[in-house]
Nanobody, 120 residues
């Protein structure tokens, strides 16, 4: 199983970016999917997460500006980021809790990270 993220880049403050992530490989089902970020010199933090039932949770710092969504048919998760701020700068990682077969427990998988830079 691999997670492949794309969509990062450089944007001015107030701008928008969209991230996407695809789960590749063979597996039984995907449970939650989410986005994390790591700013320079800081620990990785949760940005947004979406359950298999479409329940969503956001970090307080992004509420009202970011929207997470998923397409279960395509095994994809998206992050729409609006009104970006310089403090949103960091490497964004997608993650998914995936059950590979019916007979094993779910485990977390991580994408390779995509850099988002917001200039002031």
């Amino acid at each position: 199983v691999q997670l492949q993220a794309s969509g990062g880049g450089l944007v001015q403050a107030g701008g928008s970016l969209n991230l996407s992530c695809t789960a590749l490989g063979s597996f039984f089902r995907i449970r939650s999917m989410g986005w994390y970020r790591q700013a320079p010199g800081k620990e990785r933090e949760l940005v947004a997460i979406i359950s298999s039932g479409d329940n969503k949770n956001y970090a307080d710092s992004v509420k009202g500006r970011f929207t997470i969504s998923r397409d279960n048919a395509k095994n994809m998760v998206y992050l729409e980021m609006n009104s970006l701020k310089p403090e949103d700068t960091g490497v964004y990682y997608c993650a998914a809790r995936i059950q590979r077969t019916l007979y094993v427990d779910s485990r977390d998988y991580w994408g390779q990270g995509t850099l988002v830079t917001v200039s002031s």
